[in-house]
């Protein structure tokens, strides 16, 4: 017989997930509060949720900055890389999880290895090769180094280790290719991995700011994070100007969040469609 829950310990429950997301969702609504207000009142209450002198002043002298052109450019770096990723991810998962090549054990593991390393290590070798291969501030030197990402491939390779091959030997007795049964057969069962892998892939290269650091110099290639850490070192003018940086901070993460709200439920079903033998 099912035990009865008792409601002191649901309501418990439910106190502690809400005291978890007000904890986690705090801080962006403080960031929200104090773009509306003057930079007078948001140095002096920063942690007020409501304005005493509502304005949008920070808003338009943000549009009136170089806020387009920021935003135009994380726009093409965050499509192509988007675009990159889910692709060569997903194809190089597939090698991984299906072509019986020697060595194949060690590049997985070698896959492994390389997202234990902190990004900040690979910032200077990075610098590097771009100036080497002479990319350096240009667009592809902004999106080339992230067209692929180990995560995104170990995610597809899992993804598609758990798919039974029995799926691909009809296309496989009627004469398909590796590529056009990657293509024809499994990739359309992967959809909640590849929702998965774009939405984790457009989050990253969105909010990207150290791969810009090192590849780019000039304004005219700025993207948002870049713009964005400039406005948080006085870019615009002296004194905190707090509004005009939560500003740009919180149109940062509004794309973000509508998509991740979107597409959480598939996102986190990564392993549906996935036939297991």
């Not at 439910?14 to 705090?26: D, M, P, Q, R, S």
């Not at 939405?199 to 870049?226: C, D, G, H, Y």
């Amino acid at each position: 017989m099912r035990r009865r829950r008792s409601p002191l310990g649901v309501t418990g429950r439910y106190a502690l997930l809400v005291g978890i997301a007000l904890v986690y969702v705090f801080p962006f609504v403080v960031s929200l509060a104090n773009s509306f207000k003057t930079d007078q009142d948001a140095a002096n209450n920063p942690v007020s949720l409501v304005p005493k002198t509502f304005t949008t002043a920070a808003y338009q002298r943000l549009f009136q900055s170089d806020l387009p052109l920021w935003l135009t450019n994380t726009v093409i770096v965050t499509v192509l890389v988007t675009a990159g990723r889910v692709l060569f991810d997903s194809m190089a998962g597939y090698a991984l999880s299906r072509l019986p090549f020697r060595g194949r054990n060690a590049v997985f593991a070698g896959l492994v290895a390389v997202m234990a390393v902190p990004g900040v290590v690979l910032l200077i070798p990075k610098f590097l090769v771009i100036k080497q291969l002479g990319i350096y501030d240009t667009y592809p030197g902004m999106i080339l180094p992230m067209l692929a990402d180990a995560a995104g491939v170990f995610i597809m390779r899992n993804f598609f280790e758990s798919v039974s091959p029995s799926v691909e030997e009809a296309a496989r007795i009627d004469g398909a290719g590796v590529f056009r049964r990657f293509w024809s057969v499994v990739l359309p069962m992967s959809r909640s991995a590849l929702i998965t892998l774009f939405i984790l892939s457009f989050q990253a290269s969105w909010n990207e700011l150290p791969q810009m650091i090192v590849s780019t110099q000039s304004p005219r290639l700025f993207t948002l994070t870049k713009g964005t850490a400039q406005l948080a070192s006085g870019a615009l003018s002296a004194g905190s100007q707090f509004p005009i940086k939560l500003a740009a901070a919180t149109l940062m993460t509004i794309p973000v969040a509508v998509l991740f709200f979107v597409f959480q439920r598939r996102m986190m079903n990564t392993t549906g469609g996935a036939t297991k033998e």
